[in-house]
């Protein structure tokens, strides 16, 4: 059994930056695609941003491209979300996935991710 554990949320001002993290407790992810999503309240959990098994094919929301940077490194298990440039709708919890085979086309349905983690609240004061 996979374990996802965030981490780096917090509290940050309009145009500040956070960076996430998402370790894996248990076992080897270097094959799994990783994803993050996140839910504000009231809103159903929406896509942010995934990344393939080697890291290299990355697919970005529309509301973060050009602002947020995944990345992984699967020597330490673990998956990052570089977030910059915060905006106050960006807060929500935020949360890892992990999954197996999940192509381009299927990277923004949270039903494709195998794994996820308990989420990190990030909240960007204005």
């Known amino acids: 059994q996979v374990h996802l554990v965030e981490s780096g949320g917090g509290l940050v001002q309009t145009g500040g930056s956070l960076r996430l993290s998402c370790a894996a407790s248990?076992?080897?992810?270097?094959?799994?695609?990783r994803g993050w999503f996140r839910q504000a309240p009231a809103k159903e959990r929406e896509f942010v941003a995934r990344?393939?098994?080697?890291?290299?094919?990355?697919v970005y929301a529309d509301s973060v491209k050009g602002r947020f940077t995944i990345s992984k490194d699967n020597a330490k298990n673990t998956v990052y979300l570089q977030m910059n440039s915060l905006k106050p709708e960006d807060t929500a919890v935020y949360y890892c996935?992990?999954?197996?085979?999940?192509?381009?086309?299927?990277?923004?349905?949270?039903?494709?991710?195998?794994?996820w983690g308990q989420g990190t609240q990030v909240t960007v004061s204005s």
């Open positions: 990344c393939d098994s080697s890291g290299s094919s990355i």
């Open positions: 248990e076992g080897t992810l270097s094959s799994y695609a």
């Open positions: 996935a992990a999954g197996i085979g999940i192509g381009i086309s299927w990277a923004k349905e949270a039903k494709r991710y195998h794994f």
